[in-house]
């Protein structure tokens, strides 16, 4: 019967908010709390109820260890900087006073420090009057409660430890000193020497004072003075940790760190508290501190700011465990208190941080306070928000996790059947990945340090072959490998199209046709481009293109862009140039023959466009990703033919303005180049465009995916909007028009785009273009497919 309750017990507490990370070997449950989202940006997403314990990064530990994600080093002479994340020589001997003459340094995979599992108690000067005083010694309970016994991580037991090394110089690094002794602290009483007892003796659990060997220590949380269990310690946040720390706790599991917005909002728990308690006010009762306030017993310097030299005591506790007190009305547990936590926040003006650090260094925001801190550094506002060094740690830095419900575009699917040439039945992405997913993946992808974003730089010498759609500087995402995926300062084409040595009105593209994908390096998250936050005349000035590229048009010449006109003039929809040749004036307005609306697009629309400018590995990536394939040749001009023999891949086989998204042009206004080689020799292929006799230059840009009807599988934009990457090569195809360059690999592209004439909607081989991989373009795009 007793088995039964517990299996009654266990599915109960299975059926709450909790989750078991779903990693080999794994016990640690994280408890989470629903939040609901608000009218300030703040989407809905769950926060763990508690800081992260002593226990469950005990078992991450453990778990990351066994794979090979953790190293543990060897106990050796303490060298501080020895390994990353470095810190300033100011901050480094701060952190001396809570620090062995030795350490044990616990790695990641990437060789950063994430903790020294033989930190101890803060021993400091805290009142920086040169001498070490008996009311300056903090607790020993506040060493690191972790250990490494040669096979496994632990939590320590307090019953074991010899605390008596605490209090020996000679355990400590040079300079450093302790002025109480072991039978100061009422916790450690189970280790005094027999002739020492409790009775009759003061207890301080805070002011400064001149303290002798009868004083006795404990915080205002322990006035039992009972050494604490070893159950109590594995529900203890976890402390001592740096930034790297939680990151890797976080990403081990797929979670994420808070953002400082989050953590204001849970706060708030709309109703507007200012303390992360249980009804937004703070005491001894709902909060985890150090009892005391700056306003009634802080002295402060004439500047603003703390005076450390009058410092009126240091608190004699220690963390306490997660749960101890109440929650707040979102059901979290210590938002103030207790620790310290780590965000993953960089600092902006709005935040209002209190305390600074060199920007040589990497920073993150560290958010509310510790049990040894005053009232006010508890409140969610200035005081709350600290500018933090990422190797900066002490007794009271912890941190908590999220889990973000994030929208993740899917990737939807059409069934295609095989066919007796070899093609077996396959799943075809329906459209070209767009932009949004493509922002999904790559944050995805940054987050699992599978990208990297470079700086913004000179332009690559060998992408200077193609300036006319390239901005001067370059700010490239790489791959692990680091193969280009895509160049997010790629631009419009203005280009001399017709190849006479001058730059002419009728060759600019549009400004739109800039890659709608950006990366903010303070919040390291790639977004969609909302194009009525850009600044559009930047297209206009040649100082930002490469030398020889000259923009001839301007902003007033641009119907889509005439919110940001500087002067008043009246849009004519029917005097726009949308297409044509021509020596026009510098009034000429142009639209794509689709955008005749002349509005600029949303960011809705622009989410919903197809992702342009990627290059073949950027394509490949996205797949490669996600476990997908990109298409051969053979199955897009399989699937594009509908089942039916369709020529063009759209809703009836046919191209015209009404099913597909090109130029709205024919190859037979093109004047006529010479003839392709021989086909095998037995046809002569057909003749190519002369395009240095260009009869003129779309004026448009891509649309949103699926904007006309499917094809007859379901399948949209097979022909136009843009060129999509294949995993297909010239050596397969040998007929198709070869682009390589001075490209070293290069793969086959085809389907045509928004600014191609018809017979390049085509999906005939002769049509496909073996483009090199390391080239990217205003019409250049990609879909995926799931082989069977």
Known sequence: ??????????????????????????????????????????????????????????????????????????????????????????????????????????????????????????????????????????????????????????????????????????????????????????????????????????????????????????????????LPTIEEVKNWPIIYIEYYSAKVFAEFYGYDLPTIEQYKWVVDAGKGYKYGTSDGTINTENCIYNGHSIKNDYTKLPKGGLDHTQWPGQHKGHVQAVDLLAPNPFDVYDLSGNVIEWTQSKNKPEYKCRSKVSSEYETYITVSSGWTYPEEYASYDKLCFTETNVGATNDHFGFRVVKNNKKIEPIEFANIPGNEKGIETFQMAKTEVTNQQYVDFLNAAYKKGEVTVGEVEQLDEDQLLFAGHKSKNQQCVYDKDDNRLVDLLGIRVTGDHNHNGKFELWEMENPLNRIMIEFDKIDEEFSVVDPKDVDWTIYFDKKNLPEGIEPVDNIMNWAELHQFWTSEKKINTEQIVTWNYGNYNSDVLFAGHLDLDAELPTLKEVKNWPANHIEYYGAKAFADFYDYELPTLSQIQWAGAGGKNYEYATNDGTINSENVVYSGHSFDEYPKGEKRPKDGGQTQKPQVPNFSKF????????????????????????????????????SDYPNAIDRTGNDTEAYIRIGGSWNYYDEAQLLITKEAKNTGAHRGNDHFGFRVVKNN
């Not at 903090?138 to 605390?163: S, Y």
């Not at 995916?705 to 909007?721: C, E, M, Q, R, T």
């Open 1 to 226: 019967m007793k088995y039964f309750k517990l299996l009654i017990i266990l599915v109960t507490m299975l059926s709450a908010c909790t989750e078991t990370p779903n990693k080999e070997d794994e016990t640690t449950i994280i408890e989470f709390a629903n939040i609901p989202g608000n009218e300030k940006g703040i989407e809905t997403f769950q926060m763990a109820k508690t800081e992260v314990t002593n226990q469950q990064y005990v078992d991450f530990l453990n778990a990351a260890y066994k794979k090979g994600e953790v190293t543990i080093g060897e106990v050796e002479p303490l060298k501080q900087n020895s390994a990353e994340p470095f810190v300033p020589e100011n901050l480094a001997k701060q952190m001396l006073g809570y620090k062995s003459k030795n350490q044990q340094l616990v790695f990641d995979k990437n060789g950063r420090r994430i903790l020294d599992l033989l930190n101890i108690r803060m021993t400091g000067d805290h009142g920086y009057d040169g001498k070490t005083d008996r009311w300056e010694m903090k607790n020993p309970l506040n060493r690191c409660m972790i250990e490494f016994d040669g096979k496994e991580f632990k939590v320590v037991d307090p019953k074991k430890v010899n605390w008596n090394i605490y209090f020996d110089n000679s355990n400590l690094p040079n300079g450093i000193v302790v002025a109480d002794k072991i039978t100061n602290w009422g916790e450690l009483h189970d280790f005094w020497p027999e002739n020492k007892e409790l009775s009759n003796r003061e207890i301080v659990s805070f002011d400064k004072g001149d303290y002798d060997d009868n004083a006795i220590f404990a915080g205002n949380f322990d006035l039992d003075l009972k």
């Open 695 to 730: 009869p003129g230059k779309d004026k448009g840009h891509v649309q949103e995916v699926a904007s006309f009807p499917p094809n007859p599988y379901g399948i949209f934009d097979l022909s136009g909007n843009v060129y999509e990457w294949t995993k297909s090569t010239l």
